[in-house]
């Protein structure tokens, strides 16, 4: 049995060295009375254990004679006798601070530390295991400031490394630990402190005012750069608390540069919060402001909700505009061209933004920017337009896009310059007869861009009308404008093109709007002198705050929206002329009922009963007392989109089209003027324009026959045909074309007035609430495409708008 009880004890020994010959253990004194003591300083004991070969190592209780804890166990004399003068140096300050004795987790903590990090002082030791009574020893406190381990930071920089608020306190408040020593990579206590987990240890800190807050480490980052890198919101708002300086400039730019760079929102909006004015900063390299520096949407729509300048250019020569069409950001360049970019703004060799589109065959960038006025035909520094540019790098999209444009308006349209750097005038583009075609592709796509450099010139027509012109006028000119939600920017396309081949703006041009939902708002748009430049951005950013979530959409964005823009207390009668007719459908009666909202009183005799109350409803708005805001939003309460204003609905409804009602409308107010003995204020109706916010591609329907089933397969049919014929029954209330333009037409013919009406046939049946910004280019790009086959009819009407 003893033989037994030797085996399994020498066993038990083995297995240790095997295991873990640092494992700390609790040991019985009694074990090592027989054995070798071979080295004894202060309380720790080295002894050899012959029967196991091994050499241990004890930490005595000198309140406990009976236990000991053994640190270590090592079959090696050299390395058991190294081991022990480590401990024994390291140990002592540790078990001598405290009057107890040091529990057994913490020796293991401490013996591992020495192992580990044997460059480290006691201080660190102190920070790493948490010892904070330690602190006060001697030997520990004189080496506070130490940094003496691999990364030569001191133990301050590795307690806000791990965040510990309590060990900080210590050691800034009693022991006073200097925070402006650095590490190998010049990193202060503040750097580490943001990498940290615990930003409050910022503001403990930086109640010291030290120059260590807004030191620069070797990479040129001072603590709010990299927190502004790292995204550590809260850390960026601790050290703004402490005062840490959002003008420092560091070695790529300032703080707000680097949260651009990294797009970190929160950490720019913290930044910007405490200093609007760093919205002007501009980095040391590229001379560039935070706004060249956002990669995405959302941080540059909010550099302009601070109010950024879009246009700056930086010390390259380049616009945010010309940074985001370089880099491929579509997103970035539909949010500048919407709050105001200029489109033909020169830059670096004189290139515009369109010259680096072409450069880089961007289809949907090149269309952005065309729609939003970019020139095809500006040559820059070397001669080269970017048509030049496209032509010799295009390989394959836009060149397809662009010549099935080329087949459709006809290549004897226009013609490429003879010389890059002399590029055709307009009279080159309309009357020099086509070159003959060659087998060169290139050739072509060059042609094609021309195409739309001919459409600019053409817009470009000069202002030759006098200030007299108004006066001499003896017929009144009409406007009417559909409705179709966002697709008002087919609307907003046609009148940036007449208002720019006429050289005056709409309202100068109509004495009668009228309009519908989204023309609706856009006719208060033209009488309040709006530049439609300025509603074409505005309606791509109106659809991100209006169109959210699903439908029905919440009515308070739209309303909010239509108060900034028109005035939350503007009436309709504070702008006279031109006269304005915004229709709107009263659904609080049966039959609905098509109710006009006008900027001028009707005619004496003919209001006193358009405005009372009768028996069964309540009197209407006067025009003088009638909010601009609220008769915009009840011209466009589409159902299923928003909900009812009041007893309003969408005029859609009754009149998608509002030509004929704005024409009648006229005509019974022309008559009571005779009537009333004002005959000599009327004037004849001379030009109608119609413009429509284009036509959906016509789809074949199958049935819409709804009859009662008898079996499962007739009741399906039933259903469908029942759906198909509710969208026609739509869809023929709200046709803005057909019959209703028939009409017109006719009336205009039988008048002899001059009637036009635009009206784009679109690829796509694009929705009232779309606010993909691609499909809306397309949309616009479509737009375009059609103003250019219609240039002879523009011309004409502009002619007959510019007759006195």
């Known amino acids: 049995m003893q033989f037994f009880g030797r085996l399994m004890n020498t066993f038990n020994n083995v297995t240790n060295l095997f295991s873990n010959p640092f494992r700390v253990k609790e040991v019985s004194l009694a074990e090592y009375a027989s054995q070798k003591r071979v080295r004894w300083e202060d309380r720790i004991v080295l002894y050899e254990k012959s029967s196991a070969h091994s050499w241990d190592c004890l930490l005595l209780n000198p309140q406990n004679e009976t236990v000991a804890f053994r640190l270590f166990q090592v079959d090696h004399e050299v390395y058991a006798f190294e081991h022990f003068e480590l401990y024994v140096k390291q140990l002592r300050p540790f078990y001598e601070s405290y009057h107890d004795p040091l529990a057994l987790e913490t020796l293991q903590q401490l013996t591992d530390c020495f192992r580990s ?288 444009l080329l087949k459709i308006i006809g290549a004897d349209r226009c013609h490429p310059p003879s010389t890059a750097t002399s590029p055709p005038t307009t009279s080159t583009f309309l009357e020099r007869p086509p070159p003959p075609r060659s087998a060169n592709q290139n050739l072509e796509f060059q042609d094609i861009i021309h195409v739309s450099a001919a459409l600019g010139a053409l817009l470009k027509k000069p202002d030759v009308v006098d200030s007299t012109t108004e006066r001499k006028r003896t017929q009144d000119r009409l406007l009417s404008l559909d409705g179709g939600g966002v697709r008002g920017l087919v609307l907003i396309q046609f009148l940036i093109a007449i208002e720019k081949a006429a050289g005056r703006p709409i309202r100068e041009l109509f004495d009668w709007v009228t309009g519908t939902s989204t023309g609706g708002i856009l006719a208060v748009s033209v009488v309040q002198g709006k530049p439609m430049d300025y509603m074409r951005c505005l309606y791509f950013r109106m659809k991100d705050e209006v169109f959210r979530g699903s439908r029905p959409y919440e009515s308070e964005p739209l309303e909010n929206f239509l108060k900034k823009e028109f005035g939350e207390h503007t009436k309709m009668t504070d702008f006279k002329q031109p006269k304005l007719m915004l229709t709107a459908t009263l659904c609080d009666r049966q039959p609905a009922k098509l109710h006009l909202f006008r900027n001028y009183s009707p005619p004496e005799g003919r209001g006193k009963s358009r405005y009372k109350t009768t028996g069964l409803f309540q009197a209407l708005t006067k025009p003088e007392d009638q909010l601009v805001w609220q008769a915009a939003r009840s011209s466009g309460a589409a159902p299923t989109y928003f909900r009812p204003f009041g007893r309003f609905l969408d005029g859609g409804l009754l009149a998608n089209n509002p030509t004929l009602d704005a024409m009648t409308e006229i005509n019974e107010y022309n008559k009571f003027l005779i009537q009333n003995g004002e005959g000599h204020k009327v004037k004849k109706l001379g030009v109608v324009v119609s413009l429509g916010t284009g036509k959906s591609p016509q789809v074949p329907v199958s049935s819409v026959d709804v009859f009662r089933p008898s079996n499962p397969w007739e009741l399906a049919k039933t259903v469908y045909g029942a759906k198909e014929l509710g969208k026609l029954v739509v869809d023929c209330c709200t046709d803005p074309d057909g019959p209703c333009v028939d009409r017109a037409r006719a009336w205009c013919e039988m008048i002899e007035a001059h009637y036009v009406r635009f009206n784009p046939p679109l690829e796509l049946d694009i929705m009232l609430d779309e606010v993909s910004d691609m499909i809306l280019v397309n949309l616009l790009w479509e737009t375009q495409i059609y103003i250019f086959q219609h240039w002879e009819e523009f011309e004409q009407l502009v002619e007959q708008l510019l007759v006195p």
């Open 117 to 404: 990090h044997p460059r480290w002082s006691l201080a660190h030791v102190a920070v790493e295991v948490g010892l904070l009574e330690s602190f006060r020893h001697n030997h520990i406190l004189s080496c506070i400031n130490s940094n003496s381990c691999d990364d030569e930071c001191t133990p301050l920089h590795l307690a806000c490394q791990k965040g510990n608020m309590e060990c900080l306190r210590e050691l800034v408040e009693q022991c006073h630990a200097r925070l402006d020593l650095t590490d190998k990579n010049g990193e202060t206590v503040f750097h580490y402190a943001v990498r940290g987990s615990n930003p409050k240890i910022l503001e403990l800190m930086g109640k010291r005012s030290t120059a260590a807050l807004d030191h620069l480490n070797d990479e040129g980052q001072s603590p709010l750069h990299l927190a502004c890198q790292l995204g550590k919101e809260d850390a960026v708002l601790s050290l703004l608390k402490v005062d840490a300086k959002c003008s420092n400039l560091g070695a790529l730019g300032y703080p707000i540069h680097i949260a651009m760079k990294h797009s970190q929102k929160r950490c720019a909006e913290a930044l910007l919060d405490k200093e609007v004015s760093q919205i002007q900063l501009v980095d040391p390299r590229h001379g560039a402001t935070p706004l060249h520096w956002a990669k995405n949407a959302e941080m540059t729509r909010l550099l302009i909700d601070y109010g950024c300048e879009v246009n700056t250019l930086s010390a390259t020569g380049e616009s945010a505009l010309h940074i985001a069409v370089r880099r491929g950001r579509f997103d970035c360049t539909m949010v500048l061209l919407t709050h105001g970019a200029m489109a033909n703004t020169k830059g670096k060799d004189g290139s515009t933004p369109l010259h680096l589109a072409m450069k880089q065959d961007h289809l949907e960038m090149i269309k952005a920017l065309i729609v939003f006025g970019a020139d095809v035909d500006v040559p820059n520094d070397f001669g080269e337009t970017p048509g030049l540019l496209a032509a010799r790098t295009s390989k394959g999209a836009n060149r397809k896009v662009l010549l099935d």
